[in-house]
């Protein structure tokens, strides 16, 4: 007599009793996912505490020897099944541990998600922003700003200039590594799995970055790694801390966009502002290591001083010229010669110059006059 025989035998008997007594049991149809717990395991078949009148039973093709998973499976674990068969001939419910396998794998990384657990993913190719990586068998997504800068530092010294296809070919090197990962956002409606490397390693604890942020002053200058580009800034780790540096920190001159002058994975000096209220992150700049232009202005630039120039920006009142980096003039409409067009040189004449308020007027008719 099978072991699923003798149990199945002893459950009639308590079947019997929970009738009698007219305890409620759960019913389940075919189709339905269920969790259960293992009761026994034999060579043959597995028993699966459903909570339903009878046990379930896991035997043939679904104990198959290329999911190494079944064979670890002991008394007392925890699994998701699917309903094959309400009830064979022998009394049990056939269940499908191989129909629910995506459904277990989302559960073993909700239990992941939930404990904080490190787990190993191995990366499979780059995608627009980060990484995409097998982690417990599902497809997840490891954001470049929480990869360990280790891989910036060392895997990926020639980093790419910035664009997405040579990014993408710089990434290559990580292809098939296996990383140390948290889960940091789930959700299993959307097939979302996000991860952090950073996350999983003890260099970037709340505990490690707490005790280097507290060594970390105002007006420092440290050199950073850029792991992340926006719109709006540049995220830069400082070896384990992230600061940002605001589009208005990026340059004295107007900044387009900062992937104009940074690309993921290039080392930069930056100067510490302090720390950002919002964000929480270090508040960086990167144009206040060189120069302020306006500082000298009214000593390079005197009224009545003839300069050169190349027309910046034209607007209906008259148009920028751009003397140097981060300092332009205006030539008022009613101060040209005729039209003027972007990219144009011109000379012109300074006619005022305020450097607090970062205003400089210039005229072209009047240089032409002179």
């Known amino acids: 007599m099978s072991k699923a025989t003798k149990v199945h035998k002893e459950n009639s008997k308590m079947q019997k009793l929970l009738e009698e007594k007219g305890v409620d049991v759960k019913q389940f149809r075919p189709g339905d996912l269920i969790d259960g717990v293992v009761v026994s395991v034999s060579h043959g078949e597995i028993l699966v505490d459903v909570g339903a009148k009878s046990e379930g039973i896991v035997s043939g093709t679904e104990l198959g020897t290329e999911d190494k998973y079944f064979k670890t499976l002991k008394p007392g674990d925890n699994v998701i099944a699917m309903v094959v068969q309400s009830e064979n001939d022998q009394g049990y419910m056939v269940l499908s ?7 277990r794998k989302w559960y073993d990384a909700e239990v992941a998600f939930k404990d904080g657990s490190v787990l190993e993913a191995t990366v499979v190719e780059y995608n627009k922003g980060g990484l995409l990586a097998d982690c417990l068998g599902l497809r997840g997504f490891i954001p470049l700003s929480h990869l360990d800068r280790v891989h910036f530092a060392n895997d990926i010294a020639k980093f790419a200039a910035g664009s997405e296809s040579e990014l993408k070919a710089s990434l290559k090197v990580l292809s098939g590594k296996v990383l140390k990962v948290k889960i940091i956002e789930m959700d299993k409606s959307k097939n979302r799995l996000v991860l952090s490397e950073k996350d999983a ?8 970055r707490h005790e280097k942020l ?4 105002a007006g420092d200058v440290l050199e950073g790694i850029v792991t992340g580009i926006m719109p709006f800034g540049v995220f830069v780790d400082l070896d384990g801390v992230e600061g940002l540096v605001h589009i208005s920190e990026i340059a004295w001159e107007k900044v387009n966009h900062p992937s104009n002058y940074f690309a993921v994975g290039s080392t930069v000096q930056v100067k510490v502002l302090g720390i950002d209220g919002e964000s929480g992150k270090l508040a960086l700049s990167v144009k206040r290591l060189t120069e302020n232009p306006w500082e000298k202005a009214e000593e390079k630039y005197k009224v009545g001083t003839k300069v050169q120039g190349v027309v910046s920006k034209v607007v209906p009142f ?6 140097e980096k981060g300092l ?11 039209p003027l067009k972007e990219g144009e040189e011109v000379t012109a004449v300074v006619t005022q110059v305020d450097a607090e308020n970062q205003k400089l007027a210039l005229s072209i008719r009047q240089a032409e006059e002179s």
């Open 201 to 208: 390693l003890g260099a970037y604890s709340e505990e490690a």
């Open 318 to 323: 008259g148009a920028f010229v751009n003397l």
């Open 214 to 217: 507290a060594k970390i002053k």
């Open 328 to 338: 332009d003039g205006l030539v008022h409409v009613s101060e040209t010669s005729g």
């Open 97 to 103: 541990l191989k129909r629910a396998e995506k459904d």
